[in-house]
């Protein structure tokens, strides 16, 4: 995917600014024609020497230069890609606003090419709204936006900010390059999200930590991809326009959203955590502490993709999710033959930076075939990408050769 082409990698200041030596590097091996822009910023923590020796020309760091006396729109038109890795709050802030005051960003407005950024900052920045509302604009217009994790940080502060790994980053130009496309035009895709709350009175509920980010993620790049999409979620954040949501509430109410519209989906991605428990009988008032403590008597809620495991039509792919703190494989293999799904994608939520509420993941993705998918730490649209791909390769190569083995297993139990 990417030899031969011609990507320009901007790299502004901040610490993370050494990492992008090596994402160089990688750009290279893999035989790319490497371009590095250099904001003025970015060499005061790496020199340009250094991206000179190893990128397929000299690092360029002026708009200004009396040899190529508009780079900008050169750079811009013959890029296939642009890579940003860091990309500082003040890049984003820049791009998002066409605000072309140096190489880089005039480079960024000048090109029709995908756009991969990797962010890099201090929390607070990274968590300031401004940023937020950044990337979320930049986001809509097709940038690829590769999360930053949560480690060291400059100054020896730690927490979230942290560049994406270099892995993380080709990876994500490599998707970038290969483009959405509509490979999932004329496919009806259905999708649930969050946490369910089954009520224990009008004010209080039995909740879990899902943010339904993985699961809207899915259903955003599902509709990006061309496919229709209906998204059942218990989750209170924004869909794509172009999605149709259904919001609910409980895991009864989410059941019997999925199942009035699984009959019409050709594929099927259970995202959503629902509560395996409920209250029996939810009070119809407030209870009041002074009653005492109450006794809240529990009992299982249906298992909605058991329930789709068993109604599974002919062309119909059914995927499940695996939410484990160990032996995720294995576990995620018994969900996959105990509910009768076609693909389950597992993550260890007790992983850092994975799972609930993160903006990144890492996931397995096993099938009947064994481990189709085992990924690095990436945001959660690239994991909805990559969940999406092993959905089109399912449909596409049912019977085709093994991939890797599965390791031995323990039927995991129809949940309840
Ligand atoms: N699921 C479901 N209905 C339920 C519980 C889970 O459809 N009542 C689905 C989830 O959406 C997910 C998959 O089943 O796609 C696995 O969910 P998970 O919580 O990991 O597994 P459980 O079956 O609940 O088993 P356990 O909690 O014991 O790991």
Known sequence: ??????????????????????????????????????????????????????????????????????????????????????????????????????????????????????PAMHTEMWEHPA????????????????????GRLAGGDIGAGRL???????????????????????????????????????????????????????????????????????ADRASAPGVERIDVETAAEMEAAVLARADGADVVIMAAAVADFRPKAPAGHKLKKADGVPLVDLEPTPDILSELGRRKRAGQTLVGFAAETSDVVAHAAGKLAGKGADLVVANDVSEPGAGFGHDTNRVVIVSHRGVEHDGALVDKRTVARTVLDAVAEHRRAAGAAPAKPLHETEPEPTAT
């Open 1 to 118: 995917m990417l030899a031969g082409r011609r990507i320009v990698l901007g790299v502004t200041g901040g610490i993370a600014a050494y990492k992008a030596v090596e994402v160089c590097r990688r750009l290279v091996d893999a035989g790319a024609h490497v371009v590095p822009v250099l904001t003025e910023g970015a060499t005061r923590f790496v020199g340009a020497t250094t991206f000179s020796a190893l990128a397929s020309e000299p690092a360029k760091t002026s708009l200004f230069d009396d040899a190529d006396p508009i780079p900008h729109t050169r750079l811009g038109r013959t890029a296939d890609l642009i890579v940003v890795a860091p990309a500082t709050a003040r890049l984003l802030a820049a791009y998002r606003m066409g605000y072309s005051d140096d190489l880089l960003t005039a480079t960024l407005i000048a090109t029709r090419a995908p756009v991969v950024v990797a």
């Open 131 to 150: 940023v937020r509302d950044n990337l979320a604009v930049l986001r809509e217009r097709g940038v690829h936006v590769v999360a930053p994790g949560e």
């Open 164 to 234: 994406a790994e270099p892995a993380a980053i080709v990876a994500a130009a490599e998707a970038a390059l290969r483009g959405p496309g509509r490979d999932l035009a004329g496919l009806t895709v259905l999708v649930t999200a969050g946490g369910t709350r089954e009520p224990i009175d009008p004010v209080r509920f039995l909740g879990n930590r899902s943010s339904g980010k993985q699961g809207h993620a899915i259903a955003d790049e599902a509709a990006a991809r061309g496919a229709g999409v209906v998204l059942v979620t218990a």
